[in-house]
């Protein structure tokens, strides 16, 4: 079966719009570049401020790391580093079905 | 944009394989019939027993309504009922990009 990960991202305040535009073209560059990825959502909370979570499903240990190792990966890596406010909290998980 | 749902599901001891097949059955009813849903899948805790995390996105209220409403949902109700050890906890988010 398939790995998903939960992936919640705090921004630093007043940075949403810079994090959501940086977040969103990666997106599209993982959807577009990584066919073992099968989700890849960028949701924001609803009920804590500055608050995301990112839904993503893998179809495999080999697809995950394919997704860290990827250019535009590592190349998104500086612009959301300047707009984090701690390191992602990630949770794994497997899928079922 | 659309709609996030992560759903927390605990299920009784010992009713795993059973929630799990009811689930799988479930979800592809949800993928065949249902197509305001974008994401609809189960998977399982690494670090909680007998829990598990449903990632679900919808295209919008609609979506997530037609889905309470479906016969496949509501007919699976009373199986799961069965093995659910509480209520879901559903937190809703809304997605970008």
Redesign the interface.
Known sequence: MGI?V?ATIRVKPGTAAEF?AT??AL??AVRANEPGNL?Y???????EADT??V?E?YADEAAIAAHRDSAHFRGAGPALGAVLAGAPEL???????
Chains 1, 2 share one sequence.
């Open positions: 998903a939960i959501e977040f969103t997106a599209q989700v959502q960028l949701t924001r909370s609803r009920t995301y979570k839904l499903v949770e794994l998980l497997d899928t079922v079905g």
